[in-house]
């Protein structure tokens, strides 16, 4: 990983979910971690992709999957994949009961159909 000035490892996360579809009242599919200021947002395969929309906003070229059991970065600014990186702060994932896609409630009976793929 050659951005490390990109990650500040005693920021936790910002949220147990997407701090923007929570805003919205949007769901998501997958979650993904910003390591330099925490911010959750969703997935590129999200309906409104705000993890990436965080990067272009912010300049932060570094995530890692917010999801259970998962510890890969990905570098937005040279669209590499990273297996592992340093510890962040906890949590490591969102809560493992909270439901994929998520957040319980929100989600459309046809969500697979929003899917960018």
């Given at each position: 990983?050659?951005?490390?000035?990109?990650?500040?490892?005693?920021?936790?996360?910002?949220?147990?979910?997407c701090?923007?579809?929570?805003?919205?009242?949007?769901?998501?599919?997958?979650?993904?971690?910003?390591?330099?200021?925490?911010?959750?947002?969703?997935?590129?395969?999200?309906?409104?992709q705000?993890?990436?929309?965080?990067?272009?906003?912010?300049?932060?070229?570094?995530v890692?999957?917010?999801?259970?059991?998962?510890?890969?970065?990905?570098?937005?600014?040279?669209?590499?994949?990273?297996e592992?990186?340093?510890e962040?702060?906890?949590?490591?994932?969102?809560?493992?009961?909270?439901?994929?896609?998520?957040?319980?409630?929100?989600?459309?009976?046809?969500?697979?159909?929003?899917?960018?793929?």
């Amino acid at each position: 990983m050659t951005d490390v000035d990109a990650i500040d490892p005693s920021v936790p996360p910002s949220s147990a979910g997407c701090v923007d579809c929570d805003s919205a009242g949007g769901w998501w599919f997958h979650l993904r971690r910003c390591a330099s200021c925490g911010h959750v947002g969703c997935c590129d395969s999200s309906p409104a992709q705000h993890a990436t929309a965080h990067f272009k906003a912010s300049g932060h070229p570094l995530v890692r999957s917010f999801e259970p059991g998962e510890e890969w970065f990905w570098d937005y600014s040279t669209d590499e994949l990273y297996e592992s990186g340093p510890e962040l702060a906890p949590p490591a994932s969102h809560p493992a009961d909270q439901p994929v896609p998520g957040p319980a409630g929100r989600v459309p009976e046809d969500w697979a159909q929003s899917l960018h793929r």
